[in-house]
């Protein structure tokens, strides 16, 4: 979505997305401020809350959930990165959640 437009801020800098995000900022200059916001603005549409149901391990154990946090790597493509954890080495149900609230179904890859 265009900022300018009201909508949420699309992540533009993940492979296939175009321009590489910015360096984040060095020193303590009076523009410091305005460029972690700049960093920020680019990261941040990146950003993404994984919600991950894992299945149990014993009939006297509920299944586990989690809230975890990824970011988008490859938006072309759809990968986005997490730590191992997260995805566990069992069956998951996971759904991403965007910035501006979009839900949609994950599968781990593993690597």
């Excluded at 321009?19 to 941040?44: C, F, I, N, T, Y």
Aim: proline fraction near 11%; charge should be negative; include cysteine.
């Amino acid at each position: 979505a265009d900022p300018d437009s009201g909508g949420t801020p699309e992540c533009t800098h993940a492979a296939g997305g175009g321009a590489a995000s910015p360096a984040p900022p060095q020193g303590g200059s009076s523009s410091s401020g305005d460029e972690w916001k700049e960093a920020l603005d680019h990261v941040v549409p990146c950003v993404v809350v994984l919600k991950v149901t894992q299945t149990r391990p014993f009939d006297t154990e509920p299944a586990g959930s989690m809230y975890a946090t990824g970011f988008v790597v490859d938006k072309t493509r759809g990968i986005i990165l997490t730590n191992r954890h997260v995805v566990t080495p069992g069956p998951i149900v996971a759904e991403a959640i965007f910035l501006n609230r979009e839900e949609l179904p994950v599968w781990p890859a593993y690597r």
